[in-house]
C-alpha cells in the first residue's frame, strides 16, 4: 500500500524567511513517483516538481529547491525567501509503476507567510 | 494551450438528486482522472479513464460514475446524492498511462449538498 505523509498541518513564516515542508512516504514498489503541487485559494491545483525513485538528484527552480533521500523515504520541499504569493496548501503525492493516474496524495501543509 | 477546464464551477444540490459534472482536458492528453476533496478525507482517487476505458478505480460507492468521450472529455455522476458528497472535484489530465508524466488539474467543481 502507499502512503504519504505531510506532518506538518500549518506554518506561518514572516515574508523572507525559509521555510522546509516535509514529506515521508511509504510503498513496496522499487520505481515510484513522487509530486508536489501547491493549491491557492482559488482551489486549482498546481504542478510543481516530479521526481522518479531512480533519481536522487536534488533539484533547485528559482526559491523552491527539493531533497530526495530514499534512505529515509522523505521528500522535503524548501522556500527560500518566501513571498506573501507563496501562501496556500502544498501536497506531496505519489504514484508507481503500473499504478496509472493514482495519485496518493499527502494531507497538505498549509503556509502562510504574512509581512 | 488552454488548462483543464470543468463545469460548472459551483454547484448546489439536495439530498437524493444527481449531478453531473464535466472536464474538458488539455488538448491532446487523453487520459483524464477525477478526484475527490474534502476536508476530513482530503484527496481521494474516484476514477482513471484513458480511450473511453475506465483503467482504474478508487474505492467509491457505485453511486459514484463517470465516462469518457472520444474527443477525451471526461462526465463523471453521482446518483442519490448524500450530504458526505459536498466536496471539491477536482479533474486531471495527461498525455499518456506513463507514471512519470505528471497531472494538471482544472480548478474544479464545488458541489454542495443541502
Known amino acids: 500500500a502507499q502512503k504519504v505523509t505531510q506532518a506538518q498541518t500549518e506554518i506561518s513564516v514572516v515574508e523572507k524567511e525559509d521555510v522546509t515542508l516535509d514529506c515521508v512516504y511509504e510503498?513496496?514498489?522499487?520505481?515510484?513517483?513522487l509530486f508536489w503541487y501547491k493549491q491557492p485559494p482559488s482551489g486549482e491545483l498546481v504542478f510543481l516538481i516530479r521526481?522518479?525513485?531512480?533519481?536522487?538528484q536534488n533539484e533547485i527552480s528559482g526559491r523552491y529547491s527539493w531533497n530526495f533521500q530514499k534512505s529515509t523515504s522523505s521528500f522535503n520541499f524548501t522556500i527560500t525567501a518566501s513571498q506573501v504569493v507563496d501562501s496556500a496548501v502544498y501536497f506531496c503525492?505519489?504514484?508507481?509503476?503500473?499504478?496509472?493516474?493514482?495519485?496518493?496524495f499527502g494531507t497538505g501543509t498549509q503556509l502562510k507567510v504574512e509581512l | 494551450k488552454a488548462g483543464v477546464t470543468q463545469t460548472p464551477r459551483y454547484l448546489i444540490k439536495t439530498r437524493g438528486q444527481q449531478v453531473t459534472l464535466s472536464c474538458s482536458p488539455i488538448?491532446?492528453?487523453?487520459?483524464v482522472s477525477w478526484y475527490q476533496q474534502t476536508p476530513g478525507q482530503g484527496l481521494q482517487f474516484l476514477f482513471e479513464?484513458?480511450?473511453?476505458?475506465?483503467?482504474n478505480k478508487g474505492n467509491f460507492p457505485g453511486r459514484f460514475s463517470g465516462r469518457q468521450f472520444s474527443n477525451s472529455r471526461s462526465e463523471m455522476n453521482v446518483s442519490t446524492l448524500e450530504l458526505g458528497d459536498s466536496a471539491l472535484y477536482l479533474c486531471?489530465?495527461?498525455?499518456?498511462?506513463?507514471?512519470?508524466?505528471?497531472?494538471?488539474f482544472g480548478p474544479g467543481t464545488r458541489l454542495t449538498v443541502l
Open positions: 503525492a505519489l504514484t508507481f509503476t503500473g499504478g496509472g493516474n493514482k495519485l496518493t
Open positions: 479513464y484513458f480511450s473511453e476505458t475506465q483503467r
Open positions: 486531471a489530465s495527461r498525455s499518456d498511462l506513463r507514471g512519470y508524466n505528471e497531472q494538471f
Open positions: 521526481r522518479n525513485s531512480f533519481d536522487e
Open positions: 488538448s491532446g492528453h487523453r487520459s
Open positions: 510503498t513496496r514498489d522499487t520505481t515510484y513517483y
